[in-house]
T-cell receptor, first 114, second 108 residues
């Protein structure tokens, strides 16, 4: 696609429910990142994929968080048993092998846990 | 581990020059990047320095000193539309880690 696409753009859920966030990277981009950004804060690294392999999962906050990627395509971030502190914008980014340092970001999913 | 420090806020006048500093501690350092983020928007890539020195792209320049673990973003001829948050980021190993961001306010 033309850019990184994330869905849904907004998600309101009740505490304890599971949510699934989706990211469609730019076609041909092998690297894919998930970040979390709380209001007025910086970007918190969650996980990185190279192809469908995740060499670095060190940023996942707890075992309630998991992510997977299908080939060099779509990725889903799943949060189980959501808590209020999970409320944030979840940003996905992708980059190519040639310019790995240049991350292209999606518009994010605003998650609100009530 | 990796950590970055940058000022939380900077205020400058339209037409002026402003410098946003970034110091970092990291292992496996590849380079230093800068991103701009307007309120409610996604971060957008501005520049990347892998080697020491100054990189210039229009009104924006970025500098890196690997020996000092230090870099800065220089914005010239400030415009109101430059009001945004600016993040430095280090790329090393398999990930890119971002600083907490500097909020730039441009006044008329």
């Amino acid at each position: 696609g033309a850019g990184v696409s994330q869905s849904p753009s907004n998600k309101v859920t009740e505490k304890g429910k599971d949510v699934e966030l989706r990211c469609d990277p730019i076609s041909g981009h092998t690297a894919l990142y998930w970040y979390r950004q709380r209001l007025g804060q910086g970007l918190e690294f969650l996980i990185y994929f190279q192809g469908n392999s995740a060499p670095d999962k060190s940023g996942l906050p707890s075992d309630r968080f998991s992510a997977e990627r299908t080939g060099e395509s779509v990725s889903t971030l799943t949060i189980q048993r959501t808590q209020q502190e999970d409320s944030a914008v979840y940003l996905c980014a992708s980059s190519s092998n040639r310019d790995g340092e240049k991350l292209f970001f999606g518009s994010g999913t605003q998650l609100s846990v009530l | 581990g990796q950590s970055l420090e940058q000022p939380s806020e900077v205020t400058a006048v339209e037409g002026a020059i402003v410098q946003i500093n970034c110091t970092y501690q990291t292992s496996g350092f590849y380079g230093l990047s800068w991103y701009q983020q307007h309120d409610g928007g996604a971060p957008t890539f501005l520049s990347y320095n892998a080697l020491d020195g100054l990189e210039e792209t229009g009104r924006f320049s970025s500098f890196l000193s690997r020996s000092d673990s230090y870099g800065y973003l220089l914005l010239q001829e400030l415009q109101m539309k430059d009001s945004a948050s600016y993040f430095c980021a280090v790329t090393g190993g398999f990930k890119t880690i971002f600083g907490a961001g500097t909020r730039l306010f441009v006044k008329a």
